[in-house]
């Protein structure tokens, strides 16, 4: 039954992947396992470094996973929100939606891991796809239910290179606001090759981590859009309680998901049809024919349908502007050029 179901979308995935194979199309030159002969451990190498900190401590999946989101984002998947500031230039990092970027720790720990086994030959940028999928597989809980080590929401398309420039202002203006209605989520996600069905997936993200209450308080105030009242797309019971939480003065952080920020599941898509999305940008998902019924469509149907799309729009997202072949280059430090 399971079989029959799936089926079909073997066939479309099948058939996707032919028409990239035809013609020029963004993310060209990527391809899963492209580190078999080069560095076969390299995945394993992710996958255990991951593993070790998300062990110790598991709300590091959300900041892995926004990493790559933000790194895709900007001038493409090619590690440029992993390059530190220098004396002249203002890196993504520094910019103002830089909000609270994390996990960067965990992808430093990974490089320094590879370069001892496999000397310039991962890239950053790919580190960042990998540990993403990495971190998502965890949260899912499937790896510790079935004690599966092996066990991946998706396949990785690796083969990216890295940039050489990282600039604040880029990030400022590609990166989605928490305030963005539909129809500019619609079109910065076009830009980056993603349809109204990645945009209601991908925000799917949000079933994991943590948002600072001066990343969407704005939405719950009077002033809210010069009409005097507070985000009509809030709940008003929910903006209440979430009111509670951010007193002023109060730099606390809230949990996307109430009662299971660590876990990745459909509960997001629960709360977004009762109006809890902490975001307006969340709440943005029900004014759209597409969008709203992929959330109407995700609480009817397992999880485990969430999952497979959640991998194939991450698949598109990941080849979003990349650098392939001679283009970049392998940093030896994630956070700086090669000379
Ligand atoms: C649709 C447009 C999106 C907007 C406007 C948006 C905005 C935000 C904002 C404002 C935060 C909170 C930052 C803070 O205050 O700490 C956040 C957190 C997060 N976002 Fe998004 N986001 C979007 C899409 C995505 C996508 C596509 C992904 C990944 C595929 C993603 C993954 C995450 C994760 C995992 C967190 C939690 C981070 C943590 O707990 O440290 N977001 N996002
Ligand atoms: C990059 O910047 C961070 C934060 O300022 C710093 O801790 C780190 O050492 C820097 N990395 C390199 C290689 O300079
Ligand atoms: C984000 O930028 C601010 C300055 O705008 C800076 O203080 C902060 O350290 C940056 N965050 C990261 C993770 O680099
Ligand atoms: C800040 O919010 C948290 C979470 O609701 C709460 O536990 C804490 O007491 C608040 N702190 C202040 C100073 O209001």
């Known amino acids: 039954m399971a079989l029959i179901k799936l089926l079909p979308r073997c066939l479309f995935q099948v058939a996707f992947s032919i028409s990239f194979l035809l013609g020029p199309t963004l993310g060209g030159g990527l391809k899963v396992r492209f580190y078999d002969k080069s560095c076969p451990q390299a995945e394993a190498i992710v996958r255990d470094t991951v593993n070790s900190y998300f062990s110790q401590d598991p709300t590091v999946s959300a900041p892995l996973l926004r990493l790559h989101f933000h790194d895709c984002f900007v001038r493409g998947c090619d590690g440029s929100v992993l390059l530190n500031s220098t004396r002249t230039n203002k890196a993504e990092k520094d910019a103002k939606p830089n909000q609270t970027l994390d996990g960067f720790y965990v992808i430093d720990a990974a490089k320094a891991a590879l370069e001892k086994a496999c000397p310039a030959t991962v890239s950053c940028a790919d580190i960042l796809a990998l540990a993403a999928r990495d971190a998502v597989s965890l949260a899912t809980g499937f790896r510790k239910k079935m004690n599966l080590t092996k066990e991946n929401l998706y396949q990785v398309e690796t083969g990216r290179r890295d940039g050489f420039l990282s600039k604040a202002t880029e990030a400022e203006a590609h990166l989605p606001s928490s305030d963005d209605n539909i129809a500019i989520l619609k079109a910065n996600f ?27 308080e704005k939405r719950l105030h009077h002033h809210y859009n010069g009409r005097g009242g507070a985000d009509p797309t809030v709940h008003p019971r929910y903006a209440v309680e979430l009111l509670e939480k951010c007193r002023p003065g109060n730099s606390t952080v809230v949990e996307m998901v109430p009662g299971s920020s660590t876990t990745f599941d459909t509960k997001y898509y629960e709360l977004v049809a009762r109006r809890r999305g902490l975001f307006h940008s969340d709440a943005a998902l029900m004014e759209d024919e597409v969008t709203r019924g992929y959330v109407y469509s995700s609480l009817k149907l397992p999880a485990s349908s969430f999952f497979v799309d959640f991998g194939e729009s991450m698949i598109k997202m990941g080849k979003a502007g990349v650098l392939t072949g001679k283009s970049g280059e392998i940093r030896k430090n994630c956070a700086l050029v090669n000379h």
């Open 190 to 216: 076009a830009s980056k090759g993603l349809d109204s069905r990645d945009l209601a997936i991908l925000s799917g993200a949000h079933a994991i981590g943590t948002s600072h209450c001066f990343s969407f």
